[in-house]
Each structure stands twice: as C-alpha cells, then as structure tokens.
C-alpha cells in the first residue's frame, strides 16, 4: 500500500495550534501552493461508529457550505495511517474562546461579533443546516492588514519606515464559524448535543423542532461571554437561571438594544428568538442605530 504520507509530501508542519479530544490541529505550509492552512489529524474513527458519522458529517457539511466569509473554508479530507485529516483555511486571530480569556470586547467588537456570526448562520440555516456547536472556542478570527498609504509622501524616509509603522494600519478582524462536527441537516436531524454551556433546554428535552434556534440561543451566550460574563456554568442553580432567561452580570456594559436583542436571542421559548435575519435587521446592528 502506499506507505508515504500524503500529509508530509504536501505540507511542511509549522507548529501545533490546538488539541482536544477532537485531535490535533497543525498551522502548515503547503508546499505547492505556498499558502498556509490549519490541519487538523484525528484518529480515523472505527467504521460504523458514531465518531466515523460525525467525522463525515464534517466533511459533508464543508462540502456543501462552500465559500463563505463568515464560514471556515473547507479544501481537502482524506484518511492516511489510521488518521482522518482534513484541510481548512487557517484563521490568523485566534480564536474567540482565546480573545476573550485575555479581556472582553469592546461595544463595537460585539457588534461586529453579532454580524458575522449572524451573517454565517443564516448561510448555514438557508443551506438547511444547523452547526449545534455555537461556542466562542468554535469561533475563529481573521486579522488582515489594510494599509492606509499617507498621500502626503515625507520624502525624507525612502518610504520603508511607513511600512514598518503599522500605527495607519487598522486591523480588520473577521469572524468565521468553525468546527462543522456537530453539523446536521433541518430535515433530517442526526443531533449530537454541543457544549452544554451553551445548549438550550428544549435540546436537552430532546425537542428538535427548532434547530435554527438552538443556534440563535447559542450565539446569544457567545456574545454574553464575550461582553466578559466570565466563563459560563456547566449545570446547577446558574445554568438553569440563564435558562429562565437571566442575564449574567457583565463587565462590559453593553448598550441596552443590545441587550434587548440578547435577551430575546436566550428566551426559553425557541419561538420567541429572532431568526438570524431578525438578528441582522435589529436596530443595535444599523450603523445608524447604535444610540
Ligand atoms: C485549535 N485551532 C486553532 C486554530 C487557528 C486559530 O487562529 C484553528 C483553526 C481551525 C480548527 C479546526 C476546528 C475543527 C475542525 C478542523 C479544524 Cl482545522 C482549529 C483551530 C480551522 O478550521 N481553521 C483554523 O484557523
């Protein structure tokens, strides 16, 4: 058999960016292309098993979730030496869960956390699938630097100096929804519960009629904890008041439509959320609505 590995011809391996029970994530060099991409190497899952289903269920997800900005791109999946590997688009931020461990965003971020992620959801629910794994860990963020060229040239530096002076450089992060293992389709739902920090009872009572919200209430806890409520419980007394709708206290004051547009997103009564198109039509996301 063809005992070379594919993963080592194609890729020269960078660094180890991440690892789980999920496996292990590599930020590699492709050597053909020259690009770099986050690989990730798991077991290959025993035939059959639930691990194989969810393993393919990735798979399938990515391939249908082609390209879009707010959904990490998927490029290439194979099985080598027992491992299961596949091949998505490296996102140089970090990740969310990352970010926020370090302070909470800024009004503006959460902002600018709620649109993307909004805008990848109604991507993925239009494609009639549910992520089911909404979580700031899940959440990857691309740093691309937008130079601003002063028009007024000081011919007095030969012109490296701006380059090396990123201060007229503002950063333009983008959110991208990773991590499509938990992906199952509206009409046919295989669900294997996500993180139960950010899981909605009716899930939990095995209700699978409103999968898109389950979404929605997850998005709204990810931006609760990114507004910096502080790591969110796992069960007892303060999961259940988040449940009944409470909010947690906040570091970060954020504006009361916001809040309003929160609280609605993390009612007990799936009805009750706004879609994801609702969520992009709220007035605290109009660039004009934000007072
Ligand atoms: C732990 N970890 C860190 C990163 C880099 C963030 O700056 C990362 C990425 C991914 C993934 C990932 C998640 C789930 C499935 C496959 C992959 Cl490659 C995991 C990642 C992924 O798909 N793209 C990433 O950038």
């Not at 963020?141 to 028009?151: A, D, G, L, Y």
């Not at 929804?177 to 996500?194: C, K, R, W």
């Amino acid at each position: 058999e063809n005992n070379i590995s594919r993963y080592h011809q194609e890729f020269l391996e960078v660094e180890l960016i991440g690892t789980g029970q999920f496996g292990s994530v590599y930020k590699c060099i492709n050597r053909l292309d020259g690009c770099t991409y986050a690989v990730k190497k798991s077991t290959k899952p025993v035939a059959g098993s639930v691990f194989e289903k969810n393993a393919l269920n990735e798979v399938y997800a990515h391939a249908v979730l082609g390209k879009h900005q707010h959904v990490v791109r998927y490029y290439s999946a194979w099985a080598e030496d027992n491992h299961m590997i596949i091949q998505n688009e490296y996102c140089n931020g970090g990740s969310l869960g990352d970010k926020i461990a370090q302070e909470a965003l800024s009004a503006s971020e959460l902002r600018r956390l709620m649109l993307h992620v909004a805008e990848g959801l109604r991507y993925i629910h239009s494609e009639g699938l549910v992520h089911l794994d909404i979580k700031p860990g899940n959440i990857f963020i691309s740093k691309e630097k937008r130079m601003q060229f002063n028009t007024n040239y000081d011919s007095a530096d030969d012109g490296f100096e701006d380059l090396e002076d990123l201060s007229n450089c503002e950063e333009e992060l983008t959110y991208k929804i990773g991590d499509l293992g938990h992906v199952t389709s509206l009409a046919n739902p295989q669900v294997e519960e996500g993180d139960c920090r950010y899981l909605p009872c009716e899930i939990l009572q095995e209700d699978f009629t409103h999968l898109t919200k389950a979404d929605i209430f997850a998005l709204g806890l990810t931006v609760i904890e990114a507004a910096g409520s502080g790591p969110l419980p796992k069960n007892g007394e303060e999961w259940h008041k988040i449940r009944k709708g409470e909010i947690p206290a906040l570091k970060q004051t954020i504006q009361r439509d916001m809040l309003e547009l929160v609280k609605t997103m993390i009612d007990p009564d799936p009805l009750a959320r706004p879609t994801a198109i609702q969520v992009l039509q709220h007035k605290s996301l109009s660039p004009t609505g934000s007072k």
